[in-house]
């Protein structure tokens, strides 16, 4: 059969990795996909780089526009990055009657919606399961191995830098700071680290997997995000004590009346698989009504676990290429008419238990006022540490675990307790899911 010709948009960290992926397994992926599959274009601003990783193999250019207009490409890789010409590539490659593989999370998260839309009116695919979790099969399972179940949660460490940093707090107590430089030392950091350690990076991924668990648009600009700048090694050794390890989780839950769509730093009971997944790994937790739970772990960035995610698509695009489109697997699982209306909730509505840390004097009474303000509030405690105080000192540390509760509730009750004479500062507040298999 004829060849599929791929125009390769960006030959940096997972460009080069795709280009080595699919000369290295060339057999065998033509085996799987019952026909070759060539990058014969290739488009990037460093052309001394290009033409160093192509090495003879394919035609180079700085120009990635010429490369979305080449009728002979019938496929475009875009691994671009960004939110900006990424996205006038991708619109004009499907413009132009092209299939679209992408590993661009920010792109689909922000303007999903659009390109789906357009990829639907002409026809044609676009394949993203490089966008989350890197070389782990997530997009995949969700869109087709579960297909039979009502996805009921999803839970994600979906972010390498951040759950490295955590790890490290954790194993060597040292401060965030120290781990971040670390991070960015070892290259798993950003020189400007924001996306990462602040939710935003994993929120993209999050949005997406929402999005095709539950039937949804694409709706990144109302999921909540929540970094891990602020937490201190003093709440991952009590959190230790109390049994729990500290994860920057990415959950969306469907509830009764809408959507929970949230990044921030959780506790989870350490004897759950996923609380120890450590370093640069990523792992999601699926719970189908079917199934049950369902745990995916691998890596998720680097330039081949990243490229196995890319020549999936572009394999499983291949497989697809001359099939009608209704026969084809929907971008978002569900079929583009069927998408369901179901809001996301805002953070107050969210129901979850909490950990709580405040500064106190140490003096009696105090324990009790807080107590008294949780009860107005409805919210119960399941357990809690109060630290004795140095020598010398006069005030201490109280650490309490909620039941569940609703968060404008503990919101209020926070306000009411920083209000306390006795109470130095701000109380920190970390979200704690049980994460239990059912």
């Given at each position: 059969m004829k060849?599929?010709?791929v125009g390769l ?28 599959i060539r ?8 052309l001394d780089?290009?033409?160093r990783v192509?090495?003879?193999k394919?035609s180079v250019?700085?120009d990635?526009f ?12 875009e691994?671009i990055g960004?939110?900006?010409v990424a996205k006038?590539l991708v619109l004009?490659?499907?413009e132009?009657g092209?299939?679209?593989?992408t590993a ?10 659009e390109i ?8 044609v695919?676009?394949a993203f399961e ?7 099969p997530i997009i ?11 996805i ?11 759950n490295?940093i ?6 060597k107590?040292?401060s965030?700071?120290a781990?971040?430089?670390e991070?960015?030392?070892l ?6 680290p924001?996306?990462?350690i602040e939710g935003?990076d994993a ?8 999005a095709?668990a539950?039937?949804?648009?694409m ?12 937490l ?6 009590y959190?230790?004590?109390?049994g729990?390890?500290?994860k920057?989780l990415?959950i969306t839950?469907r ?9 921030h730093?959780?506790?989870i ?6 609380a120890n997944v450590?370093g640069?790994?990523?792992a999601v937790?699926?719970?189908g009504?079917?199934?049950g739970s ?7 960035a680097?330039a081949?676990?990243?490229?196995s995610a890319?020549?999936a ?8 290429h001359?099939a009608?489109?209704e026969?084809r ?6 079929q583009?008419d069927?998408?369901?209306?179901l809001?996301?909730l805002?953070?107050e509505a969210?129901?979850?238990?909490y950990?709580l840390r405040?500064r106190?004097?140490?003096?009696p009474?105090v324990?009790a006022d807080?107590?008294r303000i ?8 399941d357990a809690?540490i109060?630290?004795e105080?140095?020598?010398?000192e006069l005030?201490?540390d109280?650490?309490l675990?909620t ?5 404008k509730?503990v919101?209020?009750?926070?306000a009411r307790i920083e209000?306390l004479g006795?109470v ?8 704690l899911e049980?994460l239990?298999?059912?």
């Open positions: 060849p599929i010709n948009l960006g030959i940096g960290t997972v460009g080069g990795g795709t280009f080595t992926v699919l000369a290295r397994n060339e057999e065998e992926i033509t085996r799987r996909a019952g026909r070759p990058i014969t274009r290739v488009a990037d601003k460093n780089l290009a033409n192509a090495a003879g394919a250019t700085d990635a010429a490369v979305v207009a080449d009728p002979d490409i019938d496929i475009v890789v691994l960004g939110c900006g006038d004009k490659a499907i132009n092209k299939h679209v593989v661009n999370k920010a792109l689909l998260a922000n303007h999903g919606n789906f839309a357009a990829a639907q009116n002409k026809g695919m676009v490089a966008a989350v979790a890197g070389g782990v995949k399972a969700l869109r087709e191995g579960l297909t039979a179940n009502r009921q949660w999803i839970a994600g460490i979906i972010n390498g830098t951040t490295f955590l790890s490290e707090m954790r194993d107590g040292l965030f700071d781990v971040l430089a991070a960015q030392e290259g798993y950091a950003e020189a400007d924001t996306f990462d935003i929120a993209h991924k999050l949005t997406i997997m929402s095709i539950f039937g949804i648009p709706q990144f600009a109302k999921c909540y995000t929540e970094g891990i700048s602020r201190t090694r003093e709440d991952i050794v959190a230790e004590q109390l729990y390890r500290i920057l990415g839950k509830k009764p009346n809408g959507v929970e769509l949230r990044v730093p959780t506790l009971p350490a004897k759950r698989l996923i450590e640069v790994m990523n937790l699926v719970q009504d079917a199934v369902t745990l995916y772990y691998g890596r998720g680097g081949e676990p990243t490229a890319v020549v698509d572009l394999v499983d695009v291949t497989r697809m001359t009608d489109p026969h697997v929907p971008h978002l699982a569900f583009p069927r998408l369901s209306d809001p996301v805002p953070m969210v129901e979850t238990a950990y405040m106190v004097e140490d003096r009474g324990l807080v107590t949780l009860a107005d509030s409805s919210i119960s405690i809690m109060q630290k105080p140095s020598e010398g005030q201490t109280i650490i675990l039941h569940l509760t609703i968060e509730q919101n209020a009750a926070i209000a006795s130095s500062g701000k109380v920190t507040r970390i979200r049980q239990a298999a059912r």
